[in-house]
């Protein structure tokens, strides 16, 4: 299964919606797996970022992940998804979602990021 952490690195409190797609559907009612909203807290001040927590939101395939910012509309980046730890339970997949602030840009962007459980994972 999938854990999902969203970070906030920005001062600013956000709305982010997050879904997954499965490849190769055909219809929407078919490839969506999981799509939901949540209310990010502004990053405090004596930490880094404010960091959402969600575990086993779906199961660990591969997938299209769209997230965009609800309070900005214009702010939404999507990302494959392609699992790299085995169902062992030894490594879960972890896949990380970070608002972060852009000094050269007056909004917030989107960047991902996700967990390496494979020796030759880092060649890629």
Not at 90 to 118: G, R, T
Request: proline share 5%; with cysteine.
């Amino acid at each position: 299964m999938l854990t999902l952490r969203i970070n906030n690195f920005d001062d600013e409190k956000h709305w982010v919606r997050v879904e997954f797609y499965r490849e190769n559907q055909n219809e929407r009612s078919e490839a969506i797996a999981f799509d939901r909203e949540f209310e990010l807290q502004a990053r405090p001040e004596d930490r880094p970022t404010y960091t959402l927590k969600k575990q086993n939101v779906v199961k660990s395939q591969p997938y299209i992940v769209r997230v965009s910012l609800i309070d900005l509309p214009a702010i939404r980046e999507e990302y494959r998804f392609y699992p790299d730890c085995d169902e062992s339970g030894e490594s879960s997949e972890a896949l990380y979602i970070n608002i972060k602030e852009e000094e050269y840009n007056q909004h917030p962007s989107i960047l991902f990021d996700q967990n390496v459980c494979s020796e030759n994972s880092w060649w890629y």
